[in-house]
């Protein structure tokens, strides 16, 4: 879907590992998930990444003469050194937050299926099935213990994820940060990053959401929820397209029957601190991977001068 974003829209995508959330990483992280006083070591490394980051903003944002990324064979005449924007996915939409508000360069973001807090995230996403064992196996297994160690952990986390980062995203820049310019996209029912997460983030960054947001009545009562985007300030749908900080939501619709047998659709997220059923279609990637009306969307918002349309036209499948 990257490479499909960059074809589509005349987009260079250039990226890096996340330093600290890395495969290298994995053996740092299950010793630090086995003794939680290992933790500090990885959170550190968080911050790696986010200086990676920023150099290689400042590395695409650099003239040939100056001896940036431009000065390389087959980038001079295709790169645009006087804007670079971020556009993050699932682990890169959650640490593209605090990316967003540590950046000196890159005044525009977008973040797909991000979200804030990873101690809210962790028992609501189906990828801490696989650390689960670690963790409460063999490190905490004391079911009273459990919602402590991550609270605890959260305060480390802090300083390497955007819910220590979120109230300069879009205002109250950081020291020598230009103002920060930034559209949330949400897969409802995601199975990997929680809703609920992705919410909080809204709602602290002051993203809008549309009036007439197309979800339809059955899926929010669905939810159980009488009002899933509580908190979440509107936008006239009149007024796009617009510059204004923003939130889209993507619905692959509720579950149903699959032609040629299984189901596809997603149930709307658990209101209960726990992670989806694996029942239908994981939205997570499966909208940004056939949608490109979304890429779209996202190449819009990150252009310099860039605003949040409506993702129309649709295409048959969407």
């Known amino acids: ?16 590992d996340w330093s600290g959330l890395a495969e290298d990483d994995v053996p740092t992280a299950i010793q ?28 695409m944002h650099t003239t040939a003469l100056q001896g940036g990324m431009a000065k390389e064979a087959g980038f001079g005449d295709v ?27 890159m005044t525009r973001t977008s973040l797909y299926v991000g979200a804030m807090n990873y101690s809210t995230l962790l028992p609501r996403s189906v990828d801490f099935d696989d650390f689960k064992p670690v963790v409460y196996g063999l490190g905490y ?23 220590g980062y979120a109230h300069h995203m879009t205002t109250d820049p950081l020291p020598n940060t230009p103002p920060h310019h930034v559209l949330l996209e949400m897969a409802l029912g995601d199975h990997q990053v929680s809703n609920v997460a992705f919410l909080v983030e809204a709602r ?41 900080n923003g939130m889209a939501v993507w619905d692959i619709g509720p579950l149903r029957p699959k032609p040629g047998g299984g189901q596809t659709g997603v149930p709307m ?50």
Request: aromatic fraction near 8%.
């Open 1 to 16: 879907n990257v490479w499909a974003l960059g074809q589509e829209n005349n987009v260079i995508v250039c990226a890096t």
């Open 32 to 59: 630090a998930l086995i003794d939680i006083s290992k933790f500090p070591a990885l959170a550190d490394r968080m911050q790696q990444g986010f200086l990676n980051f920023m150099y290689l903003g400042r590395l």
């Open 79 to 105: 790169i645009d050194t006087t804007h670079v924007a971020y556009y993050g996915n699932s682990q890169g939409g959650i640490m593209g937050g605090a990316l967003t508000a540590l950046s000196p360069d």
């Open 141 to 163: 297994p004391d079911t009273m213990e459990q919602p402590l160690i991550l609270a605890l952990l959260q305060m480390l986390w802090d300083r390497g994820e955007p819910n």
């Open 204 to 244: 602290t960054i002051g993203a809008k959401i549309r009036t007439n947001q197309t979800i339809a009545p059955q899926r929010i009562a669905e939810s159980g929820a009488p009002d899933l985007f509580w908190g979440v300030p509107t936008i006239d749908s009149s007024a796009l397209p617009t510059t204004d």
């Open 269 to 318: 997220p658990p209101m209960t601190n726990v992670a989806p059923s694996d029942a239908g279609q994981d939205p997570h990637d499966y909208v940004i991977d056939n949608s490109p009306a979304i890429r779209k969307q996202i190449s819009d918002w990150i252009r310099a001068g860039g605003q949040f349309n409506e993702a129309a036209p649709r295409i048959a499948g969407d």
